[in-house]
């Protein structure tokens, strides 16, 4: 006690927010790990674990983000100095400050690539009218090459023009 008496108090403060930012740190692993199993849990599993296992893993993850945020209030409302004042209550307000302003972040950037994805699709669409146009007019003019082919080198042509084949080529 008479070393945090003796202790320069933003050097305890620097501590404080150290080991509660470690242990926040801690806390947004853990809860990630279960943002990321509640994810896989909507998509089809084809993995090895039965259900069972994998909702026990999910009841103890949640558990521990439960204990690990039981544990932080207790710090911040009990074990916190005096000089630093209702830091839970602080701490709480600026945590859902921070919520609202990602989870808007978060919309933002998921409606950005909405957009982006329907101006890929609209373009690749684009594309492939364009393709269809230029294969339908390369079959056309092949189609009228090989009319005029076909009739050129036929025997009624041939007979009627009887012209060397040379002699005129447009004719």
């Avoid at 599993?45 to 893993?57: C, D, F, N, P, Q």
């Avoid at 146009?133 to 189609?143: D, K, P, T």
């Amino acid at each position: 006690m008479q070393e945090i008496g003796k202790a320069d108090p933003n050097d305890v403060f620097i501590n404080i927010g150290n080991d509660l930012g470690a242990l926040m740190d801690e806390y947004d692993k853990i809860g990630k790990v279960f943002l990321q199993q509640e994810a896989e849990a909507q998509q089809v599993y084809t993995g090895t674990e039965s259900i069972g296992k994998r909702a026990l893993m999910r009841v103890i993850v949640r558990s521990r983000l439960d204990a690990m945020l039981a544990e932080l209030r207790e710090t911040m409302v009990y074990k916190a100095p005096p000089e630093l004042g209702a830091l839970w209550t602080k701490y709480e307000a600026m945590w859902k400050q921070i919520v609202i302003e990602q989870d808007e972040a978060h919309k933002r950037e998921t409606a950005k690539m909405q957009i982006e994805a329907a101006q890929r699709r609209r373009l690749a669409r684009k594309r492939k009218e364009e393709a269809v146009w230029v294969g339908a007019i390369l079959f056309v003019v092949a189609w009228y090459v090989g009319v005029l082919l076909l009739l050129r080198l036929s025997q009624t042509y041939r007979g009627h023009y009887s012209s060397p084949f040379w002699s005129c080529v447009l004719c």
